[in-house]
């Protein structure tokens, strides 16, 4: 997958996106009788049924890639680290040697975000399904991430919301939350805020919405302007003509 694009590739996403809006705008006269007889132009539906296309592709790419063992663990790119309170126990335990014990609960969190991640896959579908022409209009004529940050908006309370009870379990299952009670047991007299076992599980959801939504927005812009990423018929009419 792409992670960097040059100003080349910049320029070809202006152009995409400035392309979008024309046909966007070409379909809005041919629904209205005002499109001339020698003039050619997507169908407004072809037009939102391809962008839907899109971010199906991408988003089941992005679950498929951070769903599965070492999604998160092996990606520096959207590891989850220890919460920030927790560095200074694991410094501590580093310096006598137990320093495997937060490192295991390091892993752990990342276990847990890797179970979650399946669940958006659905939500993906139905905020896809819900989305409109007006909203489709405001991501072509937006910047190369527009659908990722409307996904944002959209989704990033009610996927939360369901990725939470995964979580809390999957700590559970995973041994997490008794990896902490562990490492504290090691460390008892470090002065530290009682409720921190509870704050585990909002740190992996918000690691976890991080990682979906930053992969999103990668998957996004090679679509836009990588043929090689339109894997359907559908992908390639709508987003080569946007070329």
Request: hydrophobic share 40%.
């Amino acid at each position: 997958m792409t992670a960097l694009f040059g100003l080349a590739d910049e320029e070809a996403k202006a152009g995409w996106l400035k392309s979008g809006g024309d046909l966007l705008k070409q379909a809005a006269g041919q629904s209205s009788g005002t499109q001339t007889a020698g003039e050619t132009s997507l169908a407004s539906g072809d037009i939102v049924a391809g962008l839907k296309e899109a971010l199906r592709v991408g988003s089941g790419r992005v679950v498929d890639r951070l769903g599965t063992a070492d999604g998160f663990n092996a990606d520096p790119r959207v590891h989850i680290p220890l919460p920030e309170r927790l560095q200074t126990v694991h410094e501590a335990l580093l310096r006598v040697g137990m320093g495997g014990l937060t490192e295991d609960l390091e892993l752990r969190l990342n276990r847990a975000a890797e179970a979650a991640v399946p669940r958006a896959r659905d939500l993906f579908v139905d905020a896809i399904s819900k989305m409109t022409i007006e909203d489709a209009q405001a991501i072509w004529k937006g910047p190369p991430d527009a659908a990722t940050r409307y996904f944002e908006g959209q989704m990033s309370a009610p996927l939360a919301a369901e990725m939470r009870p995964v979580v809390e379990e999957s700590l559970t299952e995973a041994g997490a939350v008794q990896a902490y009670d562990q490492a504290m047991g090691r460390y008892r007299s470090l002065p530290f805020v009682p409720d921190l076992k509870s704050d585990l599980t909002g740190h992996v959801v918000d690691g976890a919405l991080s990682g979906i939504f930053t992969y999103l927005a990668e998957e996004e812009a090679a679509i836009r302007s990588n043929p090689a990423k339109r894997t359907t018929e559908l992908l390639q009419k709508v987003f080569g003509a946007a070329n």
